[in-house]
């Protein structure tokens, strides 16, 4: 091999390798071990579609929309031609490891993807959604749907993991059916400029959502985030949880659950910590009753790290620096189930990361 | 003759412009217990507060000598680094530590955490955040558990024994009883403490030494502490302080 291709192959290799470290931050294991299908848009275009499970149905939303008719219902504003998945898991099936898809910006500074997840009745399944970017500057808008039908149980892990200049845009919409549980834990620690997330979930009879979002905004970084549950019909609960700590970054953040039906149960907590003078944590929990049998309630909390809190673990010997990272470490430490251990370690890694940024 | 662990001389300590200790002494041998009994808010927290240095507290004049050398200036962890720990009687919550975790960072002696934890009923605790919805009783346990982990030469201890069951003070101060090496003669043991109490319940389980009352901001000379606790259910606070104000002989006397 004469040297120019050797270094075309390494600088290939090199690129490979890239890839593969930015993807694994998100939990795309690029080997697909311990996966049960993969799903990958690299730039503008589908890089990886692997189907490790009969159980399951992985395609493009493109072909999926021409096989099935009934898609157009949910995918009214989507067009023809769209870049995304469509994943299915078929009636009455228990799917063991995540199915993982990723969404990676390498080259184009723009990417519009429209996704739709369906978990068939009687299924249980974990989907790993991660989108990340190798250019310095660029936009992702990501529309997605995900159908949760009867006695189904989605579990939905998204991270976000941007270079500085970038945005990302989401909008999700979500049915979860009767006596079907839906889980959603996002986590935001390290975003670009502007993150923005809006989400509605309807639910059913019986039906269950369960929200989590873990959120990091440094200095120069905006989000903006907005969760509507509406706990349509009896029975249906829905617990949302958030915990945002701002290093000089604004958050705004605006969580509503609408109690429709008799034996509705809500509840909202949203917790902010504000490392410096700089930032801005704006959380908004709201609820709204419309039946006088649903069960709505709310907790806020908004600070610094307490004085008092901090006065107390340094009366345990711990100095100063350690408390803090101690408190930051500690608000953001949410176990989240259903995640390999590669990732729950980048995650922890993450937050060990934040936790010594807040306390210089 | 043992050496002095703690030395305190003529201490005058404000919070939020009230002068609340007015001239304060205090010396403690290495080895030794002091109890100080007192009515509520009359400075009892403060002083173990301006011992430990938080920061609300000014000292606008004495001093506080621990090991011979001066405490201040010193932030709250060099002091405790330097060999005292303290025990809270209202600790806050410390949100997003769990008890677990804080009790694996403080734990500078290699105990065993689940079996303590066990023995005080601690052990469904460990995975909450540190004081949260814990009881009286759950937060005293807790604060002597943190100090065995450490085992300081200097136990500041704030109401051991308020909001305790019987069952629960016997375990709790056995814990203290050990951390003061209370099985030890007296001439070999190293730790000391002072012990707040209002109620003197602890006087029943841990054997103290001297014990001291503190009214407007200053403390009796060191007497027996079983004594002093008579004269306390007999004649109340004040009346024991005036009695012990000059000395045990002559409250004796009286």
Redesign the interface.
């Known amino acids: 091999m004469n040297v120019f291709l050797m270094e075309k192959k390494m600088l290939k290799e090199n690129k490979n390798f890239i890839d593969e470290e930015k993807l694994d931050l998100i939990g795309f294991d690029s080997s697909n071990k311990k996966r049960s299908g993969s799903f990958l848009i690299t730039d503008k275009n589908i890089t990886k579609i692997e189907n490790q499970s009969e159980k399951l149905e992985i395609l493009p939303l493109s072909e999926a929309i021409e096989k099935y008719s009934w898609l157009k219902k949910y995918a009214k504003s989507i067009p023809q031609k769209s870049l995304g998945y469509f994943m299915r898991v078929l009636p009455n099936s228990k799917i063991n490891y995540p199915i993982q898809a990723g969404f990676y910006m390498k080259e184009n500074k723009y990417q519009t993807t429209h996704n739709i997840f369906v978990a068939e009745p009687n299924t249980k399944v974990n989907l790993l959604s991660g989108c990340t970017a190798s250019v310095e500057e660029g936009k992702h808008l990501g529309i997605s749907h995900y159908l949760v039908r009867e006695n189904a149980l989605l579990s939905v892990t998204k991270i976000h993991y941007w270079p500085f200049r970038t945005s990302s845009f989401s909008k999700n919409s979500i049915i979860v059916g009767r006596n079907a549980t839906f889980i959603s834990n996002y986590v935001a620690l390290d975003i670009g400029e502007k993150e923005e997330s809006y989400s509605t979930i309807n639910i059913k009879e019986g039906g269950v959502a369960r929200i989590n979002s873990i959120i990091y905004a440094k200095k120069n970084s905006n989000f903006n985030i907005s969760d509507k549950v509406s706990l349509d019909e009896k029975n249906a609960r829905a617990e949302i949880l958030s915990k945002t700590i701002s290093n000089g970054g604004k958050s705004f953040v605006k969580e509503y659950i609408l109690g429709r039906d008799k034996g509705t149960k809500g509840h909202i907590e949203c ?1 902010g910590l504000l490392l410096d003078n700089e930032g801005i944590i704006h959380t908004m929990p709201e609820l709204k009753a419309m039946h006088p049998q649903t069960d709505l309630s709310h907790e806020a ?1 908004v600070g610094r790290i ?1 004085e ?2 901090l ?10 620096k ?2 803090k990272s ?8 949410v176990k989240i189930k259903g995640l390999s251990r590669d990732l729950q370690e980048s995650i922890e890694r993450l937050i060990e990361k934040i936790s010594i940024e807040g306390t210089t | 003759m043992k050496k002095n662990l703690l030395e305190i001389k003529d201490l005058w300590v404000k919070a939020e412009n009230k002068t609340i200790l007015k001239g304060l002494n205090l010396s403690i041998a290495e080895g030794e217990s002091h109890v100080i009994f007192g009515p509520n808010g009359l400075g009892k927290s403060t002083l173990l507060g301006s011992i430990i240095g938080f920061p609300r507290l000014k000292i606008i004049k004495g001093e506080i000598l621990f090991k011979g050398k001066s405490l201040s200036d010193l932030p709250i962890y060099e002091r405790v680094k330097r060999g005292m720990g303290i025990a809270f009687q209202h600790p806050p919550t410390v949100r997003g530590v769990k008890l677990g975790k804080l009790l694996e960072v403080i734990n500078t002696s290699g105990e065993k955490i689940q079996g303590i934890a066990k023995e005080l009923k601690l052990e469904e605790h460990l995975k909450r955040d540190t004081n949260q919805a814990f009881s009286g009783g759950e937060i005293k346990a807790s604060e002597i558990m943190q100090l065995f982990l450490q085992k300081p030469e200097l136990l500041l201890l704030d109401e051991p024994d308020s909001g305790v069951d019987v069952d629960n003070i016997k375990i709790i101060s056995s814990y203290i009883q050990k951390l003061l090496q209370k099985d030890l003669p007296i001439v070999k043991r190293k730790k000391s403490a002072i012990i707040i109490t209002h109620g003197g319940t602890i006087l029943n389980y841990v054997n103290i030494d001297f014990g001291h009352v503190m009214i407007e901001g200053v403390l009796t000379p060191q007497a027996n502490p079983y004594d002093i606790f008579d004269k306390i259910k007999r004649n109340g606070y004040r009346d024991c302080y005036e009695c012990f104000s000059n000395g045990e002989k002559n409250a004796k006397r009286k």
């Open positions: 917790d909390a307490s008092e809190e006065n107390y673990l340094m009366s345990k010997g711990i100095d100063e350690s408390a101690l408190i930051i470490r500690g608000f953001l430490e």
